[in-house]
């Protein structure tokens, strides 16, 4: 199965300001998922994205706020916008290979002060 | 709301006792999934079922399929500290797919 790079693992950033969160897949697959997700608790998908289209976003999330990009069949980012404190949380991308095959990065934790 | 619920939420067992985690919808997936993850890492996929009434069994893990294709359950024998962690089931409908909203098991030695 494919195997995640995700960075940063962890940030501490400064409320008003944006991340950008990088997943870097060692083989292609055909969609990509971002998700978030609470210490302890189940995730939240954020949004689809698929190579050459917008992303599609889950209701509660935004282009504007959560600025997704999917510029080859290896590589996406998720940007968190306009940070605050809410923001605070894990955020995981994820690929699929086939139809069942699911592999996810080690994910971000994000801390907004 | 969530759309798959897992009970219990939290679970602690002594080391070598059996347990089982329950996965109910009311709604219908095409194909269900079963992930653990620890702390710092992301979800590892242990087993995805398919099939109605399936069964599939990964060591001491035991895992089924409702025959409606909306419940899911995962039997533990023998539970070990290794097994520690965040358990969560998730459901698949076309492209997406729902997560549970998970259980936390703790295995004391």
């Known amino acids: 199965s494919a195997v995640i790079s995700q960075k940063p693992s962890r940030d501490i950033c400064q409320r008003g300001t944006s991340l950008t969160i990088q997943c870097q897949v060692d083989?292609?697959?055909?969609?990509m998922f971002w998700y978030r997700q609470q210490p302890g608790q189940s995730l939240t998908l954020i949004a689809t994205?698929?190579?050459?289209?917008?992303?599609?976003?889950e209701s509660g999330f935004v282009i504007d706020k959560f600025p997704i990009s999917r510029p080859n069949l290896t590589f996406s980012t998720l940007t968190v916008s306009n940070m605050s404190p809410e923001d605070s949380s894990i955020y995981l991308c994820s690929g699929r290979q086939g139809n069942y095959g699911y592999t996810f990065g080690s994910g971000t934790r994000l801390t907004v002060v | 709301t969530q759309l798959l619920e897992q009970s219990p939420q939290f679970l602690s067992i002594q080391e070598g006792e059996n347990l089982t985690v329950y996965c109910n919808s009311s709604s219908v997936f095409s194909s269900l999934q079963w992930y653990r993850q620890e702390p710092g890492e992301g979800p590892v996929l242990l087993v995805t079922?398919?099939?109605?009434?399936e069964v599939k069994k990964l060591k001491r893990l035991t895992f089924q399929f409702g025959d409606a294709r909306k419940d899911s359950s995962l039997h533990i024998t023998a539970a070990q500290p290794g097994d520690t962690g965040l358990y969560l089931c998730a459901g698949v409908d076309f492209n997406k797919f729902y997560f549970g909203s998970g259980t936390k098991l703790n295995v004391k030695p």
């Open positions: 994205a698929n190579q050459g289209s917008e992303a599609t976003y």
């Open positions: 079922v398919v099939t109605g009434g």
């Open positions: 083989s292609q697959v055909t969609m």
